[in-house]
């Protein structure tokens, strides 16, 4: 549901496929013990690696490759 939220939001300040989505876990401590859940946050692409990364989907994406969900 986070993710969902934050992948609504993004739109509104840049381009998020621009952007780099982070996963992290956060820890909590409740009366049955310790779980984790799941924390989503992104930003835009700032090195110059980063912004390269970029260069190489936008030339595999030229080449229409057959992308299959297995």
Known sequence: MVFLH???I???VSEPALGI???SFLKHSGDKGDYYSVVWDWRERETEEEIEQLEHIADFMATNPKLVDL
Do not use: A, D, N
Request: overall charge positive; glycine content about 12%; cysteine-free.
């Open 10 to 12: 993004i739109p509104k």
């Open 21 to 23: 989505f982070q996963g």
């Open 6 to 8: 934050l992948v609504r």
